[in-house]
């Protein structure tokens, strides 16, 4: 079984509509990264979460420690939004270390 | 403000052949380096960091190697690439003085095709 575990891994959405990505995880981890990867390949950071919720323009991220999941929520979808979302966790101690998920790749139609 | 550099941004080499791919940050010192693998079709693999020059940790066995001779860079090489090297190479950065360790920034990635 994977240390982190995304669902759906493939999503089609039509514009506006309301996504949501979740992800599952097995280790104890300090924090938790949202990853935002392009067609092209690049990659942005959208949210790195200890608890709570976090908000950035139309995403927004949850997490529950103790259940260790989080959410990553997309409002009013865009094309623009069509992209692979990566949940990282990351694990205690100096290094920082991410545990990548295996990514959803979420394709919004006009 | 903070930037990080990869190059090639693509590469195409037979096998055999050795690698050489660098990393450099600007703008803070002391950083976390990573590089990271993604193979066609699957995820991120971490494959070394680095807290520090000359300090490197590999997190997996394979043909790669790593060294960080200067503070700012990283530098992934290969003597004899294979074909299963194949895939798209990203080098980030955390902590330093000029970011935090609760961050990871991501350079733009090396697509590398072994033929």
């Known amino acids: 079984k994977n240390e982190v575990e995304q669902s759906p891994q493939n999503l089609t959405a039509q514009e506006g509509e309301f996504i949501t990505i979740n992800c599952s995880y097995s280790v104890g981890i300090s924090a938790l990264h949202w990853l935002q990867q392009h067609p092209g390949g690049g990659i942005v950071s959208l949210f790195m979460l200890s608890s709570g919720k976090k908000k950035h323009g139309r995403l927004i991220a949850t997490i529950n420690i103790q259940e260790k999941h989080s959410s990553l929520h997309i409002t009013a979808s865009h094309p623009r939004d069509s992209a692979v979302y990566i949940c990282?966790?990351?694990?205690?101690?100096?290094?920082?270390?991410?545990?990548f998920g295996t990514g959803t790749l979420l394709a919004v139609q006009p | 403000s903070q930037t990080i550099h990869q190059w090639p941004a693509t590469l195409v080499q037979p096998v055999g052949s050795p690698l050489s791919l660098e990393c450099t940050v600007e703008?803070?010192?002391?950083?976390?380096l990573y590089w990271y693998r993604q193979a066609a079709g699957r995820g991120l693999q971490l494959l070394f960091y680095?807290?520090?020059?000359?300090?490197i940790s590999s997190e997996v066995p394979q043909n790669l190697s790593a060294s960080r001779p200067q503070d700012r860079q990283f530098i992934l090489s290969s003597k004899k690439l294979l074909l299963s090297d194949s895939g798209f190479y990203l080098c980030a950065w955390s902590g330093g003085e000029g970011g935090s360790y609760n961050e990871q920034f991501f350079g733009p990635g090396t697509r590398l095709t072994v033929l």
């Open positions: 703008g803070t010192s002391n950083p976390n």
């Open positions: 680095s807290v520090g020059i000359g300090q």
């Open positions: 990282a966790p990351r694990g205690g101690g100096a290094t920082n270390k991410l545990i």
